[in-house]
């Protein structure tokens, strides 16, 4: 069994979803049991929340948004070039679909209200569209396919928008509707990321749903690999925006993708990954316009250890610091903090602390970091009075660097050779972390030098 997912980009017009379909032939004639999952053309499913968005507010211009995704698919129909009466019964099948969706936007224009979970149901009508359109250029192929929508099997808690699987449940209802397709030479055309509660309440897997749909299924029917196709050949040892002269890397494991994805990677989102190191499935990124290219692996175990894997960056990011000569021996302090930004829904993704204990510094998103500082200064009022805490600041408009690869530590010279590349530069270095993980060396640069210290970070390990 191999699950094999294609993203929006790779599905964005007819002639796309008919290259997509030959590459379905091509892999299924050398490996026969497929599970295709799907997601919404390209732009869709943001077309649709902004629909939803408009029909709350009492903006008429919903139904002109609406007007154009179905004009959008009418057309993909027209050029697709499918036999009549296929044509015939996708565009019934395709109209049923947008009618839902009319019929629930006029709803909730009325009441200019919309529930999490209508909002979810509107934002995965993409999905739906789009795997009854490539199950119909796969029969017309004459391939035997069907479009499925996840919803009837893959089971999630209530957290709309962002909701977590049941892979137990899902599992068992996923082998039940999924595998006798397949082993009736059938197609499943999954869509990816809807799902539905166990009362069967819609909801969305939120970020990278499509791919979280992928791996949930890989997990559920114990498939061999899951392939992610997307529209670059695969995962890149820095943002080719920034370094062009950035590498494909032909192998990682879960642990350094993961890495890599928290620190502003474009790879799998980190919780997407977690269905398949539980059945230690391998996961394969993949260029639907480049298909020659072997692209990346993403497997159990790290091999080459010492290796720099990548450079990654994110910017928009704020230095807080907590400092002052009264913390020494304290206890509880960093705990205070932690908590008092934990209370304002602030994630943090960085910390240090020097060894004299007198000062603890962390980054976040800058957009937070005023009402961070507000709270920690209220949260230290009376130790700031008595001076033991001399002052709790920001800095803003700095990025984090993240240097991934596996066992970086016990590596002689690592650092050596990250801090020699920015000190050529001129690069100072605000604060520093690695974990004991050994995956990771996080800097904290001025957002201004940022890209010119990944590209001295990646040209002294790629050179």
Same mark, same amino acid.
Request: proline share 5%; with cysteine; glycine share 8%.
């Given at each position: 069994?191999?699950?094999?997912?294609?993203?929006?980009?790779?599905?964005g017009?007819?002639?796309?979803?008919?290259?997509?379909?030959?590459?379905?032939?091509?892999?299924?004639?050398?490996?026969? =049991?497929l599970?295709?999952?799907v997601?919404?053309?390209?732009?869709?499913?943001?077309?649709?929340?902004?629909?939803?968005? =408009?029909? #709350?507010?009492?903006?008429?211009?919903?139904?002109?948004?609406?007007?154009?995704?179905?004009?959008?698919?009418?057309?993909?129909?027209?050029e697709?070039?499918?036999?009549?009466?296929?044509?015939?019964a996708?565009?019934?099948?395709?109209? =049923?679909?947008?009618?839902?969706?009319?019929?629930?936007?006029?709803?909730?224009?009325?009441?200019r209200?919309?529930?999490?979970?209508?909002?979810?149901?509107?934002?995965?009508?993409?999905?739906?569209?789009?795997?009854?359109?490539?199950?119909?250029?796969?029969?017309?192929?004459?391939?035997?396919?069907?479009?499925?929508?996840a919803?009837a099997?893959?089971i999630?808690?209530?957290?709309f928008g962002?909701?977590?699987?049941?892979?137990?449940?899902?599992?068992?209802?996923a082998?039940?509707?999924?595998?006798?397709?397949?082993?009736?030479?059938i197609?499943?055309?999954v869509?990816?990321?809807?799902?539905?509660?166990?009362?069967?309440?819609?909801?969305?897997?939120? #970020?990278?749903?499509?791919?979280?749909?992928?791996?949930?299924?890989?997990?559920?029917?114990?498939?061999?690999?899951?392939?992610?196709?997307?529209?670059?050949?695969?995962?890149?040892?820095?943002?080719?925006?920034?370094?062009?002269?950035?590498?494909?890397?032909?192998?990682?494991?879960y642990?350094?993708a993961?890495?890599?994805a928290?620190?502003?990677?474009?790879?799998?989102?980190?919780?997407?990954?977690l269905?398949?190191?539980?059945?230690?499935?391998?996961?394969?990124?993949?260029n639907?316009f480049?298909p =020659?290219?072997?692209?990346?692996?993403?497997?159990?175990?790290?091999?080459?250890?010492g290796?720099?894997?990548?450079?990654?960056?994110?910017?928009?990011m704020?230095?807080?610091?907590?400092?002052?000569?009264?913390?020494?021996?304290?206890?509880?302090?960093?705990?205070?903090?932690?908590a008092?930004?934990?209370?304002?829904?602030?994630?943090?993704?960085?910390?240090?602390?020097?060894?004299?204990?007198?000062?603890?510094?962390?980054?976040?998103?800058?957009?937070?970091?005023?009402?961070?500082?507000?709270?920690?200064?209220?949260?230290?009022?009376?130790?700031?009075?008595?001076r033991?805490?001399?002052d709790?600041w920001?800095?803003?408009?700095?990025a984090?660097?993240?240097?991934?690869?596996a066992?970086?530590?016990?590596?002689p010279?690592?650092?050596?050779?990250?801090?020699?590349?920015l000190g050529?530069?001129r690069?100072?270095?605000?604060?520093?972390?690695?974990?004991?993980?050994e995956?990771?060396?996080?800097?904290?640069?001025?957002?201004?030098?940022?890209?010119?210290?990944?590209? #001295?970070?990646h040209?002294?390990f790629?050179?």
């Amino acid at each position: 069994m191999r699950v094999m997912k294609f993203g929006g980009t790779s599905v964005g017009d007819a002639a796309r979803l008919r290259h997509v379909a030959d590459l379905i032939a091509g892999q299924r004639a050398a490996h026969p =049991q497929l599970v295709v999952v799907v997601s919404a053309m390209a732009g869709v499913t943001d077309a649709l929340i902004r629909m939803s968005q =408009q029909a #709350r507010e009492g903006n008429p211009e919903w139904r002109q948004t609406l007007a154009d995704l179905r004009e959008r698919h009418r057309e993909a129909v027209d050029e697709l070039g499918l036999p009549e009466e296929e044509a015939r019964a996708l565009c019934e099948e395709l109209e =049923q679909g947008f009618a839902r969706a009319e019929q629930l936007a006029q709803a909730v224009a009325a009441l200019r209200e919309l529930s999490p979970s209508i909002a979810d149901l509107l934002a995965g009508m993409g999905e739906r569209w789009s795997a009854r359109m490539l199950a119909a250029v796969l029969r017309a192929q004459g391939i035997p396919a069907r479009a499925v929508d996840a919803d009837a099997f893959l089971i999630t808690d209530d957290h709309f928008g962002e909701a977590s699987p049941d892979l137990e449940e899902t599992r068992t209802r996923a082998r039940a509707a999924l595998l006798p397709l397949v082993e009736a030479g059938i197609v499943p055309v999954v869509t990816g990321f809807i799902g539905a509660t166990p009362e069967g309440r819609p909801t969305t897997l939120g #970020r990278g749903g499509s791919d979280f749909s992928a791996t949930i299924l890989g997990y559920a029917l114990d498939a061999e690999s899951v392939w992610i196709w997307t529209d670059v050949d695969g995962v890149m040892s820095a943002d080719p925006k920034i370094v062009p002269e950035a590498r494909t890397i032909p192998e990682l494991s879960y642990i350094e993708a993961a890495e890599m994805a928290y620190f502003g990677a474009k790879v799998l989102h980190p919780r997407t990954l977690l269905p398949c190191i539980d059945r230690r499935i391998p996961v394969r990124i993949l260029n639907t316009f480049n298909p =020659q290219h072997p692209g990346t692996w993403i497997v159990p175990e790290p091999r080459g250890n010492g290796q720099v894997k990548a450079v990654t960056l994110i910017k928009n990011m704020s230095l807080i610091t907590v400092e002052g000569r009264g913390m020494l021996g304290v206890p509880g302090v960093a705990a205070r903090a932690f908590a008092a930004v934990a209370e304002l829904g602030v994630s943090i993704l960085m910390i240090s602390q020097s060894s004299s204990e007198q000062n603890i510094c962390f980054v976040i998103p800058s957009p937070a970091a005023a009402r961070v500082v507000r709270a920690l200064r209220a949260a230290f009022e009376r130790e700031m009075a008595r001076r033991d805490i001399e002052d709790i600041w920001a800095m803003d408009r700095v990025a984090i660097i993240a240097v991934v690869g596996a066992g970086l530590r016990a590596t002689p010279g690592i650092a050596a050779r990250v801090f020699n590349a920015l000190g050529s530069g001129r690069i100072n270095v605000l604060s520093i972390a690695q974990g004991s993980s050994e995956y990771n060396l996080s800097l904290v640069v001025a957002e201004s030098e940022a890209e010119e210290a990944v590209r #001295r970070i990646h040209a002294a390990f790629y050179t």
